[in-house]
């Protein structure tokens, strides 16, 4: 009932925008405890939990194996496309996976979870598009958006923050339909 100390979570960086939603539920039933949130990839976060260097970790958990870590599904997760608010595609609200190809593109790092996701789903739509920008940061990313010349692929759940990133719009990215369980 009165838990001190500090609660260090690894997480992808993917997991931002759920990740206060999160801090508030524990913040609010145990005031005491400090959060600490880094972010990190999923070897690192594997290698801290069994260190007891983390306490938690929020990660992708389709096709991961997590060994003889315990695991608890908080949401699935869709993929969609930030874009400049500059009449790309119109008023559209989805767009395919082939079609967000032929736009210019900055993503995540190719040695990234969260970028290998998006390859698959390109090449499954038979595309491999090159970026112009790759950046270990998804915020960096959106703020390259915001200068109207690039697109991104965001997780759907951002839409919760986009206002945050003036001259955006988000669409919902389908053909094919993307889920990942986070937990």
Same mark, same amino acid.
């Given at each position: 009932r009165n838990l001190h100390g500090h609660l260090r979570i690894g997480a992808m960086p993917m997991s931002s925008p759920v990740l206060p939603i999160i801090n508030h539920l524990f913040s609010s039933r145990?005031? /005491?405890?400090? +959060? #600490?949130?880094?972010? !990190?990839?999923? #070897?690192?976060?594997?290698? /801290?939990? =069994?260190?007891? =260097?983390? #306490? !938690?970790g929020v990660t992708y958990l #389709?096709?991961?194996? @997590? $060994?003889?870590l315990k695991s608890l599904a908080l949401y699935e997760g869709q993929m969609s496309l930030l874009l400049p608010d500059n009449g790309w595609l119109g008023s559209r609200t &989805?767009?395919?996976?082939?079609?967000? =190809?032929?736009?210019?593109?900055?993503?995540l790092q190719p040695? @990234?979870?969260?970028?290998?996701i998006v390859d698959e789903a390109f090449a499954s739509a038979g595309c491999n598009p090159t970026p112009r920008v790759e950046s270990d &940061?998804? +915020?960096?990313?959106?703020?390259?958006? @915001?200068? $109207?010349e690039l697109a991104t692929v965001i997780p759907a759940h951002f839409a919760s923050i986009v206002g945050a990133f003036s001259g955006t719009r988000q669409v919902m990215l389908v053909e094919p339909e993307i889920s990942q369980k986070v937990g």
């Open positions: 145990h005031p /005491g405890v400090q +959060i #600490d949130i880094r972010f !990190v990839g999923l #070897d690192q976060m594997k290698v /801290g939990l =069994a260190n007891f =260097a983390l #306490d !938690v #389709d096709h991961q194996p @997590m $060994g003889r &989805s767009v395919t996976w082939a079609e967000a =190809a032929e736009l210019p593109l900055c993503l040695a @990234m979870h969260e970028r290998q &940061s998804i +915020i960096n990313l959106a703020f390259h958006v @915001m200068q $109207g």
